[in-house]
């Protein structure tokens, strides 16, 4: 079965999760691609507040969070009951923020995009038309809690050719048995 047949058979649920610098949204389009469902960054839900907050180099805190969060499940939610499926970039850096999600959209799967400091800050200088500035990674760093054994997912090392982490994540979507990075 093609992963495009698979995506109408199962219309998969992903988020695919990390730290700013990631990959999530190049990764995302192109795993989106591979399983023939739609693609959303998810930065393009947060209310204009909290992308100045960002911008101005202040992290967000919970209460900031919480509609942006609501809206992510919405946005799954709503691709599980047309049937579409989604894979959606978003940090998702903390378990209660997946589990939010997951309360919303329970079929929702995630791909853990994870990598050393060093490569994801070098990653973030060469970025140039984004929000979130290079100095917020250690933050993010903090706050990250990786998925748990018992959360349905998949672990990507970002030290690795695009092409291979992508070929490694629609594997893993499609019920194939894949071998976390993690």
């Given amino acids: 079965m093609s992963a495009h047949d698979h995506a109408r058979a199962g219309a998969p649920l992903v988020v695919v999760m990390g730290v700013s610098g990631s990959g999530k949204t190049t990764v995302g389009a192109l795993v989106a691609h591979g399983a023939g469902v739609p693609f959303l960054d998810a930065d393009s839900l947060h209310p204009l507040a909290n992308v100045r907050k960002m911008a101005s180099g202040t992290p967000l805190e919970d209460a900031d969070r919480?509609?942006?969060?609501?809206?992510?499940?919405?946005?799954?939610?709503?691709?599980?009951?047309?049937?579409?499926?989604?894979?959606?970039?978003?940090?998702?850096?903390?378990?209660?923020?997946?589990?939010?999600?997951?309360?919303?959209?329970?079929?929702?799967?995630?791909?853990?995009?994870?990598?050393?400091?060093?490569?994801?800050?070098?990653?973030?200088?060469?970025?140039?038309?984004?929000?979130?500035?290079?100095?917020?990674?250690?933050?993010?760093?903090?706050?990250?809690?990786?998925?748990?054994?018992?959360?349905?997912?998949?672990?990507?090392?970002?030290?690795?050719?695009?092409?291979?982490?992508?070929?490694?994540a629609v594997v893993a979507l499609q019920g194939r048995p894949a071998t976390p990075s993690g």
Avoid at 73 to 80: F, M, P, Q, S, Y
């Fill in 66 to 168: 919480r509609p942006w969060l609501d809206t992510v499940g919405e946005r799954l939610r709503e691709a599980d009951r047309d049937g579409t499926g989604l894979v959606l970039a978003c940090s998702a850096l903390r378990r209660r923020y997946r589990d939010h999600i997951r309360r919303a959209a329970p079929g929702t799967a995630f791909l853990h995009l994870h990598g050393t400091p060093d490569v994801l800050a070098s990653r973030l200088e060469g970025r140039s038309e984004h929000f979130m500035p290079a100095a917020l990674l250690a933050s993010q760093l903090g706050t990250l809690e990786p998925l748990g054994p018992d959360e349905p997912g998949y672990a990507l090392d970002i030290d690795q050719p695009v092409e291979d982490m992508v070929a490694e």
